[in-house]
């Protein structure tokens, strides 16, 4: 091996994160410069700074903080702003990103800490709009419907979201100024109804679609649709929903004898 | 307002910004398009306008009613959303923040321009050839008015567009992509007419 190779001018990656202590506490940015490796994402860097928690400037400092789960794009908790863009961490590879790498939590949800926060509103809206299958009884009622081998293929896609909430932070009008409950509950309704069992309860999915917070908040900027990693077809999902929500909302106004 | 009502609101609103709101433009650039036939047609145009049965009710309910409910509900749409073109330079995302910002403009120019000749109208003014051209004389009127026209024939064309979405009509991706073109076409069309009849009184 010659000197030359094995004296290479050691490369670098940096990074500009955003700090907060907690919930309440002033956020700042605090800059890290670590050693380079081939084929870093995001959160191996992280990892790397959690082990040395020094700053750019030599000063020791708290880790960093944040979330993470399966490192495969499929739990959707390590998401976060990076180089302004909302996205998971475990897939955003270092080799492909523009520096200094900024990291930003998804503000539009509360910050728990760092790059960390709280997604429970989330959930919340998904137990609000009955994003789920009733079946349970006292007696076994037998094997539903069947599902249609295509439109089973279909609501696959649909069925995708990991409720990561990246959506959520690329919509304008989901923010502290709105109770927008974003595109990703949406979309689950229109899986649900595409159920042949989910169907049996479709009214009541649109009829909670239809409350404070729910579809009309949404203005059309198709940013959703852009951002989700997952590649679900959101915009389509509620212009969808929108047709079937007029239908119930004639159904209620005028009134139907049939519920569903 | 009542609880879970917003939907309803925001039904209403896009309905009303197409049925009346939208025809109403249409047909009010069109009968201002006489202009272009000399001041005769156009005074005998909005002569025609003026004596129509009922004026007062129809200006009510068809234009002022659903015109200010639109406008007002609208500024309170546009100021719950939070822009941001610098993560998201979509196409659809810079449509979104224009319509806003034209729904606050035609506001503002639609107000001032009741002011002028429909109040002043009711003040004892008459509406006619010569009153749009003592307006228009002013170079600073002029490109205002050029301004508030093409404003409001973007903020009916594009939401024209997201009507079809708010009502289910237009789905799929390509639907969308096509209303696009054609009420891109209606914006073109329609700020043409609007512009060629304010030249007129030039």
């Known amino acids: ?260 | 307002m009542a609880k879970d009502r917003e939907f309803y609101w925001r039904r209403l609103h896009s309905l009303l910004g197409v049925i009346p709101v939208g025809i109403f433009l249409i047909q009010h650039l069109i009968v201002n398009h006489y202009a272009t036939r000399g001041p005769e047609s156009f005074n005998n145009a909005a002569h025609v306008m003026e004596g129509l049965p009922f004026r007062i009710f129809l200006e009510i309910f068809i234009i002022f009613l659903p015109l200010y409910f639109h406008a007002l509900y609208g500024v309170y749409i546009a100021f719950t959303s939070r822009n941001n073109p610098r993560q998201f330079g979509t196409f659809r995302n810079w449509m979104f923040i224009l319509q806003r910002a034209t729904g606050v403009f035609t506001l503002i120019f639609v107000t001032w321009h009741i002011w002028e000749t429909r109040i002043q109208a009711a003040l004892g003014a008459t509406v006619d050839f010569n009153m749009m051209e003592a307006i228009l004389a002013d170079p600073f009127m002029l490109a205002f008015y050029i301004a508030g026209v093409v404003s409001t024939t973007f903020h009916f064309a594009n939401g024209l567009w997201s009507f079809l979405v708010t009502w289910g009509i237009t789905i799929s991706p390509r639907s969308q992509r096509i209303s696009t073109y054609a009420t891109l076409g209606i914006f073109v069309v329609l700020s043409i007419i609007g512009i060629r009849a304010i030249l007129a009184f030039v």
Not at chain 1, 169 to 174: L, R, S
């Open chain 1, 1 to 260: 091996m010659t000197a030359s190779s094995t004296m290479t001018e050691e490369k670098t990656i940096r990074f500009e994160i955003y700090r907060q202590d907690d919930l309440d506490s002033t956020p700042y940015f605090e800059e890290f410069e670590i050693p380079y490796r081939a084929n870093m994402n995001v959160i191996s860097a992280l990892m790397e700074i959690r082990r040395n928690p020094f700053n750019k400037k030599g000063e020791k400092t708290t880790p960093v903080a944040w979330d993470m789960g399966c490192l495969e794009e499929v739990c959707g908790a390590c998401s976060m702003v990076i180089n302004g863009t909302p996205r998971q961490s475990c897939t955003a590879l270092v080799d492909q990103l523009e520096q200094p790498i900024r990291l930003e939590p998804m503000k539009t949800f509360p910050v728990v800490r760092d790059l960390m926060v709280d997604r429970s509103r989330m959930f919340d809206s998904l137990k609000k709009v009955k994003a789920w299958i009733p079946i349970d009884g006292t007696y076994d009622l037998g094997p539903g419907p069947r599902m249609p081998e295509k439109r089973r293929q279909w609501a696959y896609e649909l069925s995708k979201c990991m409720t990561c909430g990246v959506c959520l932070e690329a919509c304008p009008n989901v923010n502290s100024k709105s109770n927008f409950i974003g595109p990703a509950p949406l979309s689950q309704v229109r899986l649900f109804n595409a159920h042949p069992t989910g169907a049996m309860n479709k009214n009541e999915r649109l009829n909670a679609l239809m409350g404070d917070g729910g579809l009309g908040d949404c203005g059309n900027s198709q940013n959703c649709v852009q951002a989700c990693p997952k590649g679900i077809p959101l915009t389509t999902s509620i212009a969808a929903l929108n047709r079937d929500t007029n239908l119930q909302m004639f159904r209620n106004f005028f009134g139907s004898d049939s519920e569903v």
